[in-house]
């Protein structure tokens, strides 16, 4: 049974960091794409960083890039979001998400597996 944990969140100033975990298990950490997403109440849930298990691709959206980082620890079957910068928008309950896939996936919709969401708070 695939089973994906995410822990981290919290509450953080604008200008701060979190780091946020995704713990996988029952299936082999290869060839997944592993990815985070993010929704606030109202919206739609937004996808805002991927990583390729294949061969490390990474992906960001715009409003991510230059201040998110995703990676990986094989060994420990987690994928990292290191959030630097943190902004107020940042403001979301997070998601991690998997799927047998050897691209990066970008939409939310085209994950096939979720953990929990943890919540980020970012205040101004």
């Known amino acids: 049974e695939v089973q994906l944990q995410a822990s981290g969140g919290g509450l953080v100033q604008a200008g701060g960091t979190l780091r946020l975990s995704c713990a996988a298990s029952g299936f082999t950490f290869d060839d997944y794409a592993i990815g985070w997403s993010r929704q606030v109440p109202g919206k739609e849930r937004e996808g805002v960083a991927c990583?390729?298990?294949?061969?490390?691709?990474?992906y960001y959206s715009d409003s991510v890039k230059g201040r998110f980082t995703i990676s990986s620890d094989k060994a420990k079957n987690t994928v990292y979001l290191q959030m630097n910068s943190l902004k107020p928008e940042d403001t979301a309950v997070y998601y991690c998400a998997a799927v047998y896939s050897l691209g990066l996936p970008r939409a939310a919709r085209d994950y096939a597996y979720w953990g929990q969401g943890t919540q980020v708070t970012v205040s101004s």
């Open positions: 990583f390729s298990t294949y061969d490390g691709a990474t």
